[in-house]
T-cell receptor, first 116, second 114 residues
């Protein structure tokens, strides 16, 4: 079973719709991240959370919001989707207290979102 | 402002030969570097890392070299195998300055030719 799961895996929606992408992890990690991947631009950080009460903006947070419902769950919302939010979205986790290599992040399988 | 750059979008290497993937960075506060590997329809997976106190780290067929003065790191894969065909991302963080977020490069697609 995957340690970091994302739902849905694929989503096609229309401009102006509200979309929520969900991420769950069973690794027991305290830190969670949302990235988007675009061709030629690599992975860019949208939001990150170092614990349940800590939410921080990344480099491209405009047009997105997040919710850390529990240590294991971190959701990303697009309040009013636009076509340039079409991308591959990844959730990741890391462990600030455990034995994992420093700063190693574990990624989910990704959600491919298309906004028409 | 791309702080971590991978200037080669793609690279093709014969099976059994050495693959060398390069990464340059501009932020002198970066002190920890990682390489991730990504297959299609999967998330990136951690491959190897190096701290700025070292200039080399080796793990099996994979070796990462760091040249701090040139702000350059490279990943060597030898011998290259077909299963190494993937997109490789380098990433950096400024841990000593309290910034533990990762900044990723744009990726290099490696194709190993049988």
């Amino acid at each position: 079973d995957a340690d970091v799961t994302q739902t849905p895996r694929n989503r096609i929606t229309k401009t102006g719709k509200r979309i929520m992408l969900e991420c769950s992890q069973t690794k027991g990690h305290d830190r969670m991240y949302w990235y988007r991947q675009d061709p030629g631009l690599g992975l860019r950080l949208i939001y990150y959370s170092f614990d349940v009460k800590d939410i921080n903006k990344g480099e491209i947070s405009d047009g997105y919001s997040v919710s850390r419902q529990a240590q294991a769950k971190f959701s990303l919302s697009l309040e009013s989707a636009i076509p340039n939010q079409t991308a591959l979205y990844f959730c990741a986790t890391s462990d600030s207290q455990g034995l994992a290599l420093y700063n190693e992040q574990f990624f989910g399988p990704g959600t491919r979102l298309t906004v028409l | 402002d791309q702080q971590v750059k991978q200037n080669s979008p793609s690279l093709s290497v014969q099976e059994g030969r050495i693959s060398i993937l390069n990464c340059d960075y501009t932020n002198s506060m970066f002190d920890y570097f990682l390489w991730y590997k990504k297959y299609p329809a999967e998330g990136p997976t951690f491959l190897i890392s190096i701290s700025s106190i070292k200039d080399k780290n080796e793990d099996g067929r994979f070796t990462v070299f760091l040249n701090k003065s040139a702000k350059h790191l490279s990943l060597h894969i030898v011998p290259s195998q077909p299963g190494d065909s993937a997109v490789y991302f380098c990433a950096a963080s400024a841990t000593n300055f309290g910034n533990e977020k990762l900044t990723f490069g744009t990726g290099t697609r490696l194709t190993i030719i049988p």
